[in-house]
Every structure is written in C-alpha cells, then in structure tokens.
C-alpha cells in the first residue's frame, strides 16, 4: 500500500499475533479495492431504503415491478449448481465460534451456515476469530479443548458443505474506516473470507459459497453480482465458481424474488425462507399503517396465510428458475431436564419441516445438532431425490394482496410481557458478545429479537395495540411491565450476574428502541456502538 491509501484505508484496532495472519496487508489491499469500487453504491442503495419506507408511509404499497415485467416473464434459468449444493435437504446454521464450527461442521447435516449476521455479536475479536476458525476448519486443521471439562473437539471426515453469511448492507465495520468512515461489514466478512479460503476452497472441490442476508431489492443483489464479478477477477478464479443463496427476508424482497434470482444467475444457488426477519421487516415496513398489526409472536406463524404465501411463492419462483428453495428455522431447540416439553419441541420441529418439505422446499434450516436427524428424516421421506426442483408447483397463485394480508389473533399480556423480557435478555447476550442465546427453550437470534421490540412499539403507538382484556398498550403499562420483568431477572440471576450481564444497559437501549418516534432501522445499529 503507497503512504496516501494507508492514510485513507485504515485499520484501527490492535491485533493478536493469530489476527495478523489474517489482516495481512494483501488481504486489507483486497478489502480495500472492493471497499473502494462498491461504497458509493452501497451507500445509494441504502439511501434508496429510505425513500421507500417514506413511500409506502404515504400509502404507496409494494406491488411486482412493472419495469421488470420482460424478466419475470422470460424463460431462463440459473447457472447449473454445484454438485455439493445439490442435495441440501439439512443445514444447520450457528455462530463462527470455534467449537461450534466444529460441532455444526460434523453434526450430519448436508451444509452448515457460518454465521457472522445474525447469530454472531460483532465485536471484533468475534468477527476476526471467525475468520481464523473458518480459515482452519477449511484447511481441517481446526481443534479445540473446552478447558473446564477437557473434552477436546476435532474434525470428522466427512463434514458438512460450509456456507457463509457475511453481515448485511446495513452494517459497518468500525474498525477499519476508508476516508475516515467505517467500511461496510459485508465487505469485510466477505473480503477477509474470500482472500484466505477462495482457492483453498476450490482445490478442495467445492467453493467460496454465502448467505446474502436482508435484501431489499433486486438492484441490491445487483451490487453483490458485481463484488462476486470483481473478486473472482481480481483472484484469477472463474467467473461463477461463487454460490450465493439469497434469503428472502424482507417484505420488498418477496416482490422481487424473480429479479433477485435474475441479477445473480452466474452465482445464484437459490433463495432461502428467512421468516424471522421476514416478520420484522413486514412490521417494519409497515410500522405507520394503524391497521398493519400483528397479533402476538408466537401467534405468527408459517401457516398464517401471508407467510404460507411467501414460503410458497418462493418455492414456484425457484423451482421455475431451475433453483433451490430453503426454508427456514423453527426456533424450537432442546428441553433439557423435562421429557414431556423437549418431545412437544421436537414435535414442534418435525412439523414444521413436514409442512416444508410437502410443500416443496429443497431443504431446511435447523439451529440445533439434536434436531438435525429429525429434519433429515422428515426430508428423507417426503423428497427421495437430492432436491424436488421438478416439482414445479405451478398450482401455486400468490398475488400482492396476499402477500401483505394483515394476520388475525390476539395481543395478550403474556404476549407483551414476553417480547418485553425476551427483548431484553436478548439484547443483553449480544451487548456480553453472544449473538445466539436459548431464551425460555427457544432460539433467539437478532432477528427474533427485533420483533420483539418492533411489536411493542407499534403496539404502543396503534390504537389496535390493544389487549384481550380491553387494556390499551400503553407507555406506562410497558414502563411497569419492563420495571416487574427487570425484577424478576435481577431476583433469578443474583446481583453480580444481572450487574456483569449487562441487563441495566440492555434495558436502557430497548426503551430507546421503542420510545424514538422515528422507528430505529435495526437494533444493531445502535447496539454496535456499545460493542467492544
Ligand atoms: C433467524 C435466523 O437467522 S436463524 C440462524 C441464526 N441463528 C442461529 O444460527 C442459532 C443457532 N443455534 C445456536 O446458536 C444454539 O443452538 C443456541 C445458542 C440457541 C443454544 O446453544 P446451547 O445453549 O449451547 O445449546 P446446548 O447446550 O443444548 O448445546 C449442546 C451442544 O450442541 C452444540 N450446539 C448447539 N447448537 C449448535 C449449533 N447451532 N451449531 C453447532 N453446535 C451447536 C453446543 O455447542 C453444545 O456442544 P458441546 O456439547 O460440545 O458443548
Ligand atoms: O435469517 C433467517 C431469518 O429467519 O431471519
Ligand atoms: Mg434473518
């Protein structure tokens, strides 16, 4: 690097001997090229967020694209798939830490999503050591000991496809910054991934594959096609070899799922039911429409009839495109210590993969190893080819209306009590450097999280915001609500944890989060400025 770009392109932070393997500086000069060639895009496309959302504030509702018209009509397919993306029926996904790369690597299933998103806090010794775990789990020389039982983890030989998910558009990385900005995170993670494994990967024989998480439009996976087309140029790889599979997670990507397909066709291997976010960005979205409400959370499921539209519309989408369609993560996950609710969970479970796997998914997300052989079993009934892409599902008629159908249900105290807490508890691991937690024998990541509070602030604000018992949801009730809920967490944790656990700074920012009038885009923006 020339002394002018070093003043430029700056990493800030202090870096152990095993981060500096990774943070050389060609790999920084490669992040830096892609950082430089994509910002201002990046920063358009983030911009044209916003415009949207004042869109659809002033009645403006999203509908299929009339200017895309010609490629949703047109017969094309995506590029052929890989032979280890074909059969895909089980994925676990997880955080980049270390013993659990390992686990979810060896667990049975077909692929593991490594997680820097939404599973994974980004502090930056999370970030850069999931770098370091998945450049060794690459090369299997990744081991690790759990120093308090001894018990010491290494590679099987037969492990799952590695797929990683860098973090999403929205993000930045503070601790490199270009022109004195921070980078965007996406970049980083995939820069950083790409540099170290890209090649390793390939001799190998399989590939730089990713999770494109959070989209909000076609012309944002355009952005991610023409990183893909830079990288591969700038590493002397084929133009192709990247696999990206797109989760369909925001209510403007649902619109737009042939698009997204379309932009990314070189390197597409599908899209993937992202229906935690989903549900999220659809309240999002919608936040300033009084009768968009949702009733409580764990009312809100894949047989409500906009989220069966969704999950079925990207299943004949896909299909006619020659691509898979994932589906997504029942958040369901062991009931240690109690038989009778851990068989209700993993009933939970099954179910849900029946259901996906009838309707013609090509696969499944599970967060969980337990839950691994249940899904595997339930797709090995009901697909007995490696994908069921021939099952075309032209059957299947989703129009707009369905696609933004306002659910039916109840808001009941447990309801709120529990976004309230579980909101907090959340916020709470992710702050300690925990993106994953078991809350109340349920997966939270951020994305569960963000409903959580997206709800209460729109049940606060809407005069629907109301109770079964004919309560108002207001500030106050939510004050005590949040003050009792508080109590209880300091009274079963002790002192000393509730104080090192971070509970009072959580709680402080889940009353911003749903006291600002302007609704704040994603929790983690402003949790990051609190992360280490
Ligand atoms: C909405 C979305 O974006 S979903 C995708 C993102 N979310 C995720 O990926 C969450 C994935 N799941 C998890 O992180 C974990 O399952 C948690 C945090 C919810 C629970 O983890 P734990 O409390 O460790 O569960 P538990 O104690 O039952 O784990 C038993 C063993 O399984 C391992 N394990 C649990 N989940 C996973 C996983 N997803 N991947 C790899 N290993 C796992 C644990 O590390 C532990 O290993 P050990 O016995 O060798 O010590
Ligand atoms: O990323 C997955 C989701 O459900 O959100
Ligand atoms: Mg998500």
């Given at each position: 690097?020339?002394?002018?770009?070093?003043?430029?392109?700056?990493?800030?932070?202090?870096?152990?001997?095993?981060?500096?393997?990774?943070?050389?500086?060609?790999?920084?000069?490669?992040?830096?090229?892609?950082?430089?060639?994509?910002?201002?895009?990046?920063?358009?496309?983030?911009?044209?967020?916003?415009?949207?959302?004042?869109?659809?504030?002033?009645?403006?509702?999203?509908?299929?694209?009339?200017?895309?018209?010609?490629?949703?009509?047109?017969?094309?397919?995506?590029?052929?798939?890989?032979?280890?993306?074909?059969?895909?029926?089980?994925?676990?996904?997880?955080?980049?830490?270390?013993?659990?790369?390992?686990?979810?690597?060896?667990?049975?299933?077909?692929?593991?999503?490594?997680?820097?998103?939404?599973?994974?806090?980004?502090?930056?010794?999370?970030?850069?050591?999931?770098?370091?775990?998945?450049?060794?789990?690459?090369?299997?020389?990744?081991?690790?000991?759990?120093?308090?039982?001894?018990?010491?983890?290494?590679?099987?030989?037969?492990?799952?496809?590695?797929?990683?998910?860098?973090?999403?558009?929205?993000?930045?990385?503070?601790?490199?910054?270009?022109?004195?900005?921070?980078?965007?995170?996406?970049?980083?993670?995939?820069?950083?991934?790409?540099?170290?494994?890209?090649?390793?990967?390939?001799?190998?024989?399989?590939?730089?594959?990713?999770?494109?998480?959070?989209?909000?439009?076609?012309?944002?996976?355009?952005?991610?096609?023409?990183?893909?087309?830079?990288?591969?140029?700038?590493?002397?790889?084929?133009?192709?070899?990247?696999?990206?599979?797109?989760?369909?997670?925001?209510?403007?990507?649902?619109?737009?799922?042939?698009?997204?397909?379309?932009?990314?066709?070189?390197?597409?291997?599908?899209?993937?039911?992202?229906?935690?976010?989903?549900?999220?960005?659809?309240?999002?979205?919608?936040?300033?429409?009084?009768?968009?409400?949702?009733?409580?959370?764990?009312?809100?499921?894949?047989?409500?009839?906009?989220?069966?539209?969704?999950?079925?519309?990207?299943?004949?989408?896909?299909?006619?495109?020659?691509?898979?369609?994932?589906?997504?993560?029942?958040?369901?996950?062991?009931?240690?210590?109690?038989?009778?609710?851990?068989?209700?969970?993993?009933?939970?479970?099954?179910?849900?993969?029946?259901?996906?796997?009838?309707?013609?998914?090509?696969?499944?997300?599970?967060?969980?190893?337990?839950?691994?052989?249940?899904?595997?079993?339930?797709?090995?009934?009901?697909?007995?080819?490696?994908?069921?892409?021939?099952?075309?599902?032209?059957?299947?008629?989703?129009?707009?209306?369905?696609?933004?159908?306002?659910?039916?249900?109840?808001?009941?105290?447990e309801g709120l009590r529990m976004n309230i807490s579980v909101g907090i508890q959340y916020i709470a691991?992710?702050?300690?450097?925990?993106?994953?937690?078991?809350i109340n024998?349920?997966?939270e990541?951020?994305?569960?999280a963000?409903?959580s509070?997206?709800?209460v602030?729109?049940?606060?604000?809407?005069?629907?915001?109301?109770?079964?018992?004919?309560?108002?949801?207001?500030?106050?009730?939510?004050?005590?609500i949040q003050?009792e809920e508080m109590f209880t967490m300091?009274?079963d944790?002790?002192?000393?944890?509730?104080?090192?656990?971070?509970f009072?700074?959580a709680s402080?920012?889940f009353?911003?989060?749903?006291?600002?009038?302007?609704?704040?885009?994603?929790?983690?923006?402003?949790?990051?400025?609190?992360?280490?």
């Amino acid at each position: 690097m020339s002394q002018e770009t070093k003043q430029e392109f700056q990493l800030r932070a202090e870096l152990e001997p095993e981060f500096k393997e990774i943070l050389t500086e060609d790999a920084l000069s490669f992040v830096e090229g892609i950082c430089r060639s994509f910002e201002v895009r990046r920063q358009a496309l983030l911009k044209r967020r916003q415009i949207r959302q004042q869109e659809i504030d002033n009645g403006v509702l999203p509908t299929f694209l009339e200017s895309t018209k010609h490629i949703r009509e047109a017969d094309w397919k995506i590029a052929p798939l890989p032979k280890d993306l074909q059969d895909r029926r089980v994925e676990i996904t997880g955080p980049v830490e270390r013993k659990m790369v390992i686990n979810a690597l060896n667990s049975g299933a077909h692929v593991f999503m490594a997680d820097f998103e939404d599973a994974n806090a980004p502090t930056w010794r999370n970030t850069i050591q999931g770098q370091v775990n998945l450049r060794d789990a690459i090369r299997r020389t990744i081991t690790f000991k759990n120093e308090k039982n001894g018990k010491t983890y290494q590679l099987n030989e037969k492990t799952a496809t590695l797929v990683v998910r860098p973090r999403g558009w929205h993000l930045e990385e503070k601790n490199i910054t270009l022109h004195g900005q921070p980078v965007s995170a996406s970049l980083v993670d995939f820069g950083l991934y790409m540099y170290h494994n890209a090649e390793e990967l390939r001799k190998r024989g399989t590939g730089p594959y990713f999770y494109l998480p959070k989209m909000e439009s076609h012309l944002e996976a355009r952005l991610w096609n023409d990183v893909f087309v830079y990288a591969q140029k700038e590493l002397g790889i084929p133009k192709g070899t990247i696999k990206a599979t797109v989760l369909i997670e925001t209510i403007l990507a649902s619109f737009e799922m042939d698009e997204i397909l379309f932009e990314l066709k070189d390197h597409s291997a599908g899209l993937n039911c992202g229906r935690w976010d989903y549900i999220f960005s659809y309240l999002k979205r919608f936040r300033n429409h009084p009768d968009v409400i949702l009733p409580d959370r764990a009312q809100v499921t894949m047989t409500s009839p906009f989220m069966r539209a969704y999950s079925l519309l990207t299943i004949k989408t896909c299909h006619r495109r020659g691509a898979p369609a994932i589906g997504g993560m029942a958040a369901q996950i062991p009931v240690k210590g109690d038989e009778q609710k851990n068989a209700e969970a993993f009933e939970k479970v099954r179910l849900d993969k029946e259901r996906e796997a009838r309707d013609g998914h090509d696969g499944t997300w599970v967060a969980h190893p337990a839950l691994v052989p249940v899904a595997k079993e339930v797709f090995n009934q009901y697909m007995p080819t490696p994908n069921q892409i021939d099952k075309k599902r032209e059957d299947v008629e989703v129009s707009a209306k369905d696609l933004i159908e306002v659910p039916n249900g109840s808001i009941t105290e447990e309801g709120l009590r529990m976004n309230i807490s579980v909101g907090i508890q959340y916020i709470a691991s992710w702050l300690n450097g925990n993106g994953a937690a078991p809350i109340n024998h349920l997966m939270e990541d951020a994305a569960t999280a963000e409903i959580s509070r997206a709800q209460v602030w729109q049940w606060i604000r809407h005069p629907k915001g109301v109770l079964t018992d004919g309560r108002k949801i207001t500030r106050e009730l939510v004050d005590r609500i949040q003050e009792e809920e508080m109590f209880t967490m300091r009274f079963d944790l002790g002192e000393e944890r509730f104080t090192t656990g971070k509970f009072a700074e959580a709680s402080e920012l889940f009353t911003t989060l749903i006291e600002e009038d302007e609704f704040v885009e994603f929790l983690t923006l402003p949790g990051y400025q609190l992360l280490n």
